[in-house]
């Protein structure tokens, strides 16, 4: 058990971190008085006493709050996996692929990155007014346990394979995300960046979706701009790790190691090597 509400010192502090996650709660705008209430008890008190579920006489589990997989998984005291992902089971048992990620997006994923999406910078803490990230640190669980860590987990991913023209615009729409977002991260936000930054934790899926593009070429113009900044980056992080934040370089490691190891076809080798030539001209 995690929770322990008869330890006065233990419960006094998870009462000073509630201020926090109230704040957080009410900036998620889908959250009513009455729900906020429910997760206060489970917040405090854990699941013996408030299971934010209910389980009828066939056995069938109703959540009683919206994406109670991101509430779960967020709001447990630990950042050990197997506690948490023994607690998602008792929402939706059965769910989950072997690697402990949740099927669907149904238990908060969607929700998940559209609140991080603009998270780059710290939130500032309620708790003791330093630097915490939208989900106080929780975000690499969250992405390992919620999100799909391949496009192959998609639900449009098998019913795309017979339709060339929709997998590649799927998959050029998942790598872009990905690559807009990091290359924005890295270039606006290096003197204060966020460790905590979700897309840090999506490159796999990113490497995924390049794995499975059809195309010569990608449609996108912002993208293909992207793609010279995001290389770019990536040299100089993994050139110099010591000029620049350890989150950047830790990042640009991954990705390389990830890149390196994925076999992608050579036609994707292809369409890249201009994108890698322009960048390590543009720091020549």
Not at 67 to 73: L, S
Not at 94 to 110: A, C, I, L, P, Q
Not at 161 to 174: I, M, V, Y
Request: proline share 5%; hydrophobic share 35%; glycine share 4%.
């Amino acid at each position: 058990m995690s929770w322990y509400p008869d330890d006065k010192t233990w419960l006094k502090a998870r009462k000073a971190q509630w201020k926090e996650v109230k704040e957080l709660l009410k900036e998620m705008r889908f959250y009513t008085p009455q729900d906020v209430k429910l997760i206060k008890e489970y917040f405090l008190y854990g699941p013996d006493k408030e299971p934010l579920r209910t389980v009828n006489n066939y056995g069938e589990v109703r959540c009683k709050v919206l994406h109670v997989g991101m509430i779960t998984v967020w709001l447990h005291p630990s950042f050990e996996r197997s506690y948490i992902v023994e607690e998602l089971d008792k929402y939706e048992a059965g769910t989950r692929n072997s690697n402990d990620r949740v099927k669907d997006y149904y238990n908060g994923g969607e929700r998940l990155l559209q609140l991080c999406d603009l998270d780059y910078e710290t939130h500032k803490s309620a708790t003791d007014e330093g630097d915490t990230s939208f989900f106080q640190g929780k975000e690499q669980l969250l992405a390992e346990l919620l999100l799909p860590g391949s496009v192959e987990d998609e639900s449009w991913f098998k019913n795309s394979l017979r339709d060339e023209d929709r997998l590649k615009a799927k998959c050029e729409r998942s790598f872009r995300m990905a690559i807009n977002r990091l290359s924005s991260y890295f270039s606006k936000h290096m003197e204060n960046p966020n460790p905590n930054f979700i897309y840090r934790y999506r490159l796999s899926y990113c490497i995924s979706a390049l794995k499975h593009f059809k195309g010569s070429e990608f449609e996108a113009q912002p993208l293909k701009e992207n793609l010279v900044t995001f290389f770019a980056a990536i040299d100089k992080f993994t050139a110099s790790p010591d000029k620049y934040p350890q989150c950047f370089v830790e990042t640009a490691q991954e990705f390389t190691r990830l890149f390196n190891e994925a076999d992608l076809p050579d036609p994707v080798h292809a369409l890249l090597a201009p994108y890698i030539k322009a960048a390590k001209e543009s720091a020549d």
